[in-house]
């Protein structure tokens, strides 16, 4: 009787073990999830997910839609050999401006390998961009409205220069002036860490000093100019992406996904024969 018992003992001992890597493995064909269920602006957000089978050449598309539906992120991650893919984000920005329940979207080879999840970003109000007071003018290819005044001169367009990190201001002048101007963190900002950088200021090309107050939310800088300058580029460590790069990355996803598929069904086609 002892030895019968003994060995049923063992033997779901072993069945335990045994079983232990069918629970392991992941049901649907990929999965997705954060660290955490909500995040405010500047944190980090950490995403990671999981493949059930790994397909040769193909990346992990992934999509984050703001509450309001915007796009607001798109990447291509590198799934590992271990079938697992991570990446991480800053949450904030001029496209973060709807508080609210996001949507992290992931699609991996074919529209039957996709998944979702979910978070809250900026349960509070210091996360909606507001309009400021005074002249103001729109960022180019985005619907973000920023703050300036400039003397012996006109603002005529603000464009974002993503690659540089940097905003490009280009002005009409009739004498030597400055530019004050005031930009929210969310859109453009200098940091080694956690704490503030300096911004590198150009004038057609040249660096020049400037006056700087900062505030939580915003930093305004006071930016000398000469007559006749045409452009004035301030240079950070971040910048909101212009809606265009989104659009053109998004295309160059859908291009790349329907070359390779058309070619795995050409060669598929040839082996059948």
Same mark, same amino acid.
């Given at each position: 009787?002892?030895?019968?018992?003994?060995?049923?003992?063992?033997?779901?001992?072993?069945?335990?073990?045994?079983?232990?890597?069918?629970?392991?493995?992941?049901?649907?064909?990929?999965?997705?999830?954060?660290?955490?269920?909500?995040?405010?602006?500047?944190?980090?957000?950490?995403?990671?997910?999981?493949?059930?089978?790994?397909?040769?050449?193909?990346?992990?598309?992934?999509?984050?839609?703001?509450?309001?539906?915007?796009?607001?992120?798109?990447?291509?991650?590198?799934?590992?050999?271990?079938?697992?893919?991570?990446?991480?984000?800053?949450?904030?920005?001029?496209?973060?401006?709807?508080?609210?329940?996001?949507?992290?979207?992931?699609?991996?080879? *074919?529209?039957? $390998? %996709?998944?979702?999840?979910? +978070?809250?970003? &900026?349960?509070? #109000?210091?996360? /909606?961009?507001? !309009?400021?007071?005074?002249?103001?003018?729109?960022?180019?290819?985005?619907?973000?409205?920023?703050?300036?005044?400039?003397?012996?001169?006109?603002?005529?367009?603000?464009?974002?220069?993503?690659?540089?990190?940097?905003?490009?201001?280009?002005?009409?002048?009739?004498?030597?002036?400055?530019?004050?101007?005031?930009?929210?963190?969310?859109?453009?900002?200098?940091?080694?860490?956690?704490?503030?950088?300096?911004?590198?200021?150009?004038?057609?090309?040249?660096?020049?000093?400037?006056?700087?107050?900062?505030? *939580?939310?915003? $930093? %305004?800088?006071?930016?000398? +100019?000469?007559? &006749?300058?045409? #452009?004035?580029? /301030?240079?950070? !460590?971040?910048?909101?992406?212009?809606?265009?790069?989104?659009?053109?990355?998004?295309?160059?996803?859908?291009?790349?996904?329907?070359?390779?598929?058309?070619?795995?069904?050409?060669?598929?086609?040839?082996?059948?024969?």
């Amino acid at each position: 009787m002892i030895n019968k018992k003994i060995f049923a003992v063992f033997a779901v001992l072993i069945a335990s073990i045994s079983g232990t890597p069918t629970f392991a493995q992941i049901i649907e064909p990929i999965v997705v999830t954060t660290d955490k269920e909500s995040y405010d602006n500047g944190d980090v957000v950490k995403i990671t997910g999981e493949v059930k089978e790994k397909l040769s050449g193909f990346p992990v598309s992934l999509q984050i839609i703001a509450a309001n539906g915007n796009l607001v992120t798109v990447k291509q991650i590198d799934v590992n050999d271990d079938n697992k893919f991570s990446t991480e984000l800053t949450a904030g920005g001029g496209l973060w401006k709807s508080s609210g329940i996001y949507t992290v979207k992931v699609l991996y080879g *074919t529209e039957s $390998r %996709t998944n979702e999840t979910t +978070f809250e970003f &900026g349960s509070g #109000e210091s996360t /909606i961009a507001t !309009t400021p007071k005074g002249p103001t003018i729109s960022i180019e290819n985005t619907d973000i409205v920023i703050g300036y005044e400039i003397t012996n001169g006109e603002v005529t367009k603000i464009t974002p220069i993503e690659d540089a990190n940097s905003l490009v201001a280009t002005i009409e002048t009739n004498n030597a002036g400055e530019l004050s101007i005031t930009l929210p963190r969310t859109t453009i900002d200098a940091k080694i860490g956690d704490a503030d950088d300096d911004f590198f200021v150009l004038v057609d090309g040249n660096e020049v000093n400037f006056e700087e107050t900062t505030t *939580t939310t915003d $930093r %305004t800088l006071k930016i000398p +100019f000469p007559d &006749g300058a045409e #452009e004035i580029e /301030i240079i950070g !460590t971040f910048v909101v992406p212009e809606f265009g790069s989104i659009a053109i990355f998004i295309l160059a996803i859908a291009v790349t996904s329907i070359i390779v598929m058309t070619t795995r069904s050409r060669f598929n086609m040839f082996t059948r024969y």
